[in-house]
């Protein structure tokens, strides 16, 4: 079982920055990727930014450009740089890590961090 640890979320005004981290412990092995989602009240839980084992990244159309993820493999962990925050992006964000077994794969959750933008 893995255990993620989100940490850097609070309250910041637009324009601002923050520094969201995800610590994975436990057995964290064949990990395929990880990544950070979030969930707004009243809308579904969206991917903001996935990163790879090879380093591939992929963003939210919303966040290009302003948002950064990085990963360290070595020590199992996720940061998601967040720039010129919106109102919008006000949310409950998650870390998710993913591992594969061959043809399985199997998602891990953390426990999610607020994020509050105020205009």
């Known amino acids: 079982q893995v255990q993620l640890v989100e940490s850097g979320g609070g309250l910041v005004q637009a324009g601002g920055s923050l520094r969201l981290s995800c610590a994975a412990s436990?057995?964290?092995?064949?990990?395929?990727?990880m990544g950070w989602y979030r969930q707004a009240p009243g809308k579904q839980r969206e991917l903001v930014a996935v990163?790879?084992?090879?380093?591939?990244?992929n963003y939210a159309d919303s966040v290009k450009g302003r948002f950064s993820i990085s990963r360290d493999n070595a020590k199992n962990t996720l940061c998601l740089q967040m720039n010129s925050l919106k109102p919008e992006d006000t949310a409950v964000y998650y870390c998710?890590?993913?591992?594969?077994?061959?043809?399985?794969?199997?998602?891990?959750w953390g426990q999610g961090t607020q994020v509050t933008v105020s205009s």
């Open positions: 998710h890590l993913q591992q594969k077994f061959g043809s399985m794969s199997y998602d891990n």
């Open positions: 990163i790879t084992s090879g380093g591939t990244t």
């Open positions: 436990g057995r964290a092995f064949s990990v395929n990727a």
